[in-house]
């Protein structure tokens, strides 16, 4: 089967740093995505890696370890509008189709002033 | 700028209706996708489209079906609605070129079924 984990909730408190781990079994794999929803809202792209390292966007990193089936989302300087949920996903090929993508059940991050 | 709209934000049917969802998307994507969102269970991907009239199931496609007459729009079709379809249905589109596969979602509809 194919599947992703990632722990349910994270809280931190403002100008904190935290991680989000995702790790994740599948039968093809060809990148690791990580999206935010805040709540009531649609879920926004954050980042994307599909070699191994770390790949940073202002105060977002991501970073991927293939080797391990393994990657994390890392928050620095937190504010509280970073409080949401935030999405792992794989993309994945499905017959003739790419681009499909398999999402994680989501990080719920809660952040505290 | 992208844009990705669903036809209702807000949706109460009576089981046994017959229910569509209706996505728009102005990016000219070759890909849409539909989910059901509920908590604790994340997103899952219903059906996908990958070109006009083409469709694909997804991973609970049971209960539901689609239509892609025109490359922006996909419409999700409850045939008869039940109860245990109360959720939220985001769709998404992306777009074959490139390299991320980002998906470009809408603001999701809350159905509920009565």
């Known amino acids: 089967g194919q599947s992703l984990e990632q722990p349910s909730e994270v809280t931190a408190v403002e100008g904190a740093i935290v991680q989000i781990n995702c790790t994740y079994q599948?039968?093809?794999?060809?990148?690791l995505s990580w999206y935010q929803q805040h709540d009531g809202g649609a879920p926004t792209f954050l980042s994307y890696?599909?070699?191994?390292g770390l790949e940073e966007t202002g105060r977002f990193s991501s970073f991927l370890s293939r080797s391990d089936s393994y990657g994390y989302l890392l928050l620095q300087e937190l504010q509280m509008k970073d409080s949401a949920s935030y999405f792992c996903?794989?993309?994945?090929?499905?017959?003739?189709?790419?681009?499909?993508?398999?999402f994680g059940t989501g990080t719920l991050l809660a952040v505290q002033p | 700028d992208v844009k990705v709209t669903q036809s209702s934000r807000y949706l109460v049917k009576r089981t046994g209706e017959k229910v569509f969802l209706e996505c728009v998307q102005d990016?000219?994507?070759?890909?849409m996708f539909w989910y059901r969102q509920d908590p604790g269970l994340g997103l899952r991907l219903i059906y996908f489209?990958?070109?006009?009239?083409?469709?694909e199931k997804g991973d609970i496609p049971e209960g539901y079906s689609v239509s892609r007459e025109k490359k922006e729009r996909f419409s999700l079709i409850l045939e008869s609605a039940s109860t245990n379809q109360t959720s939220m249905y985001l769709c998404?589109?992306?777009?074959?070129?490139?390299?991320?596969?980002?998906?470009?979602f809408g603001p999701g509809t809350r159905l509920t079924v009565l």
């Open positions: 489209s990958y070109d006009v009239k083409m469709k």
């Open positions: 996903a794989v993309r994945d090929r499905y017959g003739g189709a790419t681009n499909k993508l398999i």
């Open positions: 998404a589109s992306s777009s074959t070129s490139g390299h991320t596969d980002t998906q470009y």
């Open positions: 890696n599909a070699l191994d």
């Open positions: 990016m000219d994507h070759e890909n």
């Open positions: 599948t039968s093809g794999f060809y990148g």
